[in-house]
């Protein structure tokens, strides 16, 4: 059965998914406390907005 509630979550990035892309950019997994500093910054990175956007335009 699929979930329609609207707080569902659509999208998510994980530890291991931030820990991937550290070793291939720093050929090395991030500390707790880097992983820490990333999680509190990686929303502003993104363009949610945007990528939305996108994805609806893509439909038609």
């Known amino acids: 059965m699929i979930n329609n509630s609207d707080?569902?979550?659509?999208?998510?990035?994980?530890?291991?998914?931030i820990q991937e892309v550290a070793n291939e950019v720093l050929e090395r997994a991030l500390t707790k406390e880097e992983v820490i500093l990333v999680e509190?910054?990686?929303?502003?990175?993104?363009?949610?907005?945007?990528?939305i956007e996108d994805s609806i335009h893509r439909l038609s």
């Open 40 to 51: 509190d910054s990686i929303g502003d990175h993104i363009d949610w907005f945007q990528a």
């Open 7 to 17: 707080d569902r979550i659509v999208y998510s990035i994980n530890v291991a998914d």
